[in-house]
């Protein structure tokens, strides 16, 4: 007993070790002070379903499974976290995370440094981060992995496979090759190869101007830190819908249900300003549709998509659509210019121009701002406030005044 008791006391302080970073203190997550008015979390959105697969079935007479019983659960709802500080200015700002992520990316850095969410509060502004639906706290619809097995079991192998979702999920290497650097020499795995960051001595890809890649910005000290925020796209686990003026017309799960919530909570906020990223770039696109769908298309008050899908037909919407809607598309370093966000940023002014839409529609290019290095989580970089500023500083210049 006495040997059991020292070797679980060793795996606490092993824990304890792993928990609090190895021993090192607690470092301070936000920057200065802020005096709130407000905070707090919701869902929004979600619908009922009645299914007899809710829960695994109890067991019945001699093991067999008992007959299944019809309930309801909810699903597709949205979580939402929020915080209003006294100095309140300008609109409130929803910002939305990308594929395999949270609302933990914006909410600090892996290395311990305040993330775009507190900060963007302590610089007067509500701030309301979410959970995409079904993901993270949002929650799943785990009823069609139950079905699924249940029709495994009753020897219905082919609607059983037809009921598995597609789980889509970045690796952990799959991240660090995606965005912050290469996976050296050329064919090897994470097993046998080794990951080098953008700028290092091992990475090949160069510019396209020929000039070697500037050095990464991304913590990647804190690599692991970052891997343990990955999480499944369970929104597979939800349906599609239809959109008859998208091209194609066929939405996937993703861009079904988050944009129905996020115009929900637009219409609840009486107004906001929406900054999307990756994944969710097209999301933001397809929520404009939405609201202009209801009629309250004036309630967008900006849209900032960073590194995401800009496309207009895809989303069913056309530049004029943009006429009263400030509207800009964010680049970082490593990822090439899109054709399709600069596109649509030139519909947008040509409108403009001609005197057809009073808002401004910007492509910025941090790289070719002076700002070197930034990857795609570039809310998590070294130097994520300095990129808070520009969307601030842009969304203070081209956006409305709050009445």
Request: aromatic share 6%.
């Amino acid at each position: 007993m006495k040997r059991e008791a020292a070797a679980f006391a060793i795996a606490l302080i092993a824990l304890g070790g792993i928990v609090a970073g190895q021993g090192q203190t607690q470092k301070k997550f936000t920057g200065g002070r802020v005096t709130l008015e407000d905070q707090g979390s919701f869902f929004i959105g979600g619908v009922t379903k009645v299914t007899e697969f809710a829960t695994v079935p109890p067991a019945g007479p001699a093991g067999a499974a008992a007959a299944p019983v019809p309930q309801q659960i909810t699903i597709g709802q949205m979580y939402v976290q929020f915080q209003i500080p006294a100095n309140q200015s300008g609109w409130p700002v929803i910002m939305v995370h990308g594929s395999t992520h949270t609302g933990a990316a914006l909410e600090s850095t892996p290395d311990g440094r305040e993330g775009w969410y507190p900060y963007f509060v302590r610089k007067g502004v509500a701030t309301y981060v979410v959970d995409q639906s079904g993901r993270g706290r949002s929650g799943f619809d785990q009823s069609v992995l139950l079905e699924a097995k249940a029709r495994a079991l009753a020897g219905d192998s082919k609607r059983a496979a037809d009921l598995i979702p597609n789980f889509g999920r970045i690796t952990d290497n799959g991240a660090w090759t995606a965005w912050f650097g290469h996976l050296v020499p050329a064919g090897s795995n994470v097993t046998n190869g080794k990951l080098v960051v953008h700028g290092d001595a091992g990475d090949a890809e160069k510019n396209p101007d020929g000039t070697p890649h500037a050095a990464t910005l991304f913590p990647t000290d804190a690599a692991a830190e970052y891997y343990k925020q990955l999480v499944p796209n369970a929104e597979a686990t939800l349906t599609g819908s239809t959109c008859a003026t998208c091209q194609p017309q066929a939405l996937s799960p993703a861009n079904t249900w988050t944009p129905q919530n996020l115009a929900l909570l637009v219409e609840r906020l009486g107004g906001a300003i929406v900054a999307t990223h990756s994944q969710s770039g097209i999301m933001g696109h397809h929520m404009i549709r939405i609201l202009k769908e209801r009629g309250h298309l004036d309630l967008v008050k900006g849209l900032i998509t960073i590194e995401g899908g800009c496309s207009l037909p895809n989303s069913g919407l056309t530049a004029a659509d943009f006429d009263r809607i400030p509207y800009l598309a964010l680049k970082g370093d490593y990822t090439a210019t899109s054709a399709q966000c600069q596109e649509t940023v030139d519909a947008i002014n040509q409108r403009r121009a001609q005197k057809l839409g009073s808002t401004k529609a910007d492509y910025l290019k941090l790289d070719e701002m002076g700002m070197p290095g930034v990857t795609h989580m570039m809310m998590l970089d070294r130097r994520n406030l300095e990129i808070a500023d520009v969307m601030l500083n842009w969304t203070a210049k081209n956006t409305s005044k709050r009445r």
